[in-house]
């Protein structure tokens, strides 16, 4: 599950309702603080299990350099919900989302950024758009990895298969709440709404979308986008010494963020916003030598 330490928003944040050709999606709307101009608009995409919130601690730097920031639930995923009447949770369905929430911003490209299973989304989306540079300004790809999840991973997904359809979301709760007790009780009390807002079948679909997934790392570095990785360490999920291996093959801007753990977005958000404003902002970042 994604991590989450504190729930404090920066004032000027917004929620807001995405209305697009493919249904309604929750995101938090976050302009440039003050009167800054805006420099460029990003689109932040959550990690299976997580939300838009995940990257609250992020807001306060990128608006501060005058990025406008979206971070949005996908479908499936806590306040978003459905969608739309027809919910489908394929991959090629929820990268369609991602298209579609691009273009209802009206704003021309993006710095699209995926957090874990997030990533897997984003790289996608780049690719089936052939890097389609109407739609993207980069990608950044934060601690996913190049292909499967690590075994450990992979046994803590086939349990969640085993039980999804045969218990409720407040029975599965226990198992996969933070045991952190440095957790606050207010974000403890978010975390479990949160979760009790998930779809079953978004969860049992994701679930075997990150079980089923593929190395499509030399398709991503086919399309002319610029790309960077950050690499919060350690972390039990991807191999930060593959996801390093990975930014070399695509000639990606590489920063590994030492004790940021799977979320360094949580544990470490000064120094990915660092990260973040130098790629977007001076999109000529040396490459991974």
Request: glycine share 8%; with cysteine.
């Amino acid at each position: 599950m994604s991590q989450l330490l504190s729930l404090e928003t920066p004032d000027h944040a917004r929620p807001v309702r995405l209305r697009t050709e493919r249904g309604v999606f929750a995101a938090l709307d976050v302009p440039p603080a003050g009167h800054a101009p805006v420099r460029g608009t990003a689109l932040l995409v959550p990690g299976f299990m997580g939300s838009k919130e995940d990257f609250l601690p992020m807001l306060p730097a990128l608006s501060a350099d005058g990025v406008r920031v979206l971070a949005v639930d996908c479908r499936g995923q806590y306040e978003t919900g459905s969608a739309s009447s027809t919910p489908a949770y394929s991959q090629d369905d929820m990268v369609g989302d991602l298209v579609a929430v691009t273009r209802s911003l009206g704003v021309g490209p993006v710095h699209l950024l995926g957090h874990s299973y997030g990533g897997s989304l984003v790289r996608a989306a780049v690719i089936a758009t052939q890097g389609d540079p109407s739609l993207w300004a980069s990608v950044t790809l934060m601690n996913f990895g190049p292909g499967a999840v690590s075994s450990w991973q992979r046994e803590r997904l086939h349990l969640l298969l085993s039980v999804v359809e045969s218990m409720s979301l407040a029975e599965i709760w226990p198992f996969v709440r933070s045991k952190d007790e440095s957790v606050p009780e207010d974000v403890e009390r978010f975390l479990e709404r949160r979760w009790m807002g998930n779809s079953p079948i978004q969860l049992a679909a994701v679930a075997q979308h990150m079980l089923d997934e593929t190395d499509t790392t030399a398709d991503l570095a086919r399309m002319a986008i610029p790309v960077s990785v950050i690499s919060g360490a350690p972390d039990e999920t991807w191999d930060p010494d593959g996801v390093e291996r990975m930014a070399r093959q695509l000639g990606a801007a590489f920063v590994r963020i030492k004790d940021g753990g799977h979320s360094p977005n949580v544990h470490k958000p000064s120094e990915v916003a660092s990260a973040l404003l130098d790629f977007w902002l001076t999109p000529q970042s040396a490459a991974v030598a």
